[in-house]
């Protein structure tokens, strides 16, 4: 069974910092590219960094400087460490697993609220 397991999630002020982990099972970690998503109350969904087995990394425009993905392979676990963090950061956070295109498996996690308030 495969299970991507997210914490870290929470309440934070502006300019505060939250560090997002994802733990997976079930799946060979290496052979997948982990990214980190987040759905807003718009209900867009929007890929903010992803990160391949050789620690290429990519990031969308909003989170460029502020928000750094790593992943530990031997603990199968990939984390966001999210800083500066702004209201509009403010949505639910999903861990994915991508194994396209050796396979066609996509997994996702549960999803982790992180609101940004004062």
């Known amino acids: 069974q495969v299970q991507l397991v997210e914490s870290g999630g929470g309440l934070v002020q502006p300019g505060g910092s939250l560090r997002l982990s994802c733990t997976a099972s079930g799946i060979d970690f290496s052979s997948f590219v982990m990214g980190w998503y987040r759905r807003t109350q718009g209900n867009q969904r929007e890929l903010l960094a992803a990160?391949?087995?050789?620690?290429?990394?990519t990031y969308a425009d909003s989170v460029k400087g502020r928000f750094t993905i790593s992943r530990d392979n031997t603990r199968n676990m990939v984390d966001l460490q999210m800083n500066s963090l702004t209201p509009t950061d403010t949505a639910v956070y999903y861990c994915?697993?991508?194994?396209?295109?050796?396979?066609?498996?996509?997994?996702w996690g549960q999803g982790s609220q992180v609101t940004v308030s004062s």
């Open positions: 990160i391949t087995n050789g620690g290429f990394t």
């Open positions: 994915n697993a991508d194994g396209r295109p050796a396979t066609t498996y996509v997994y």
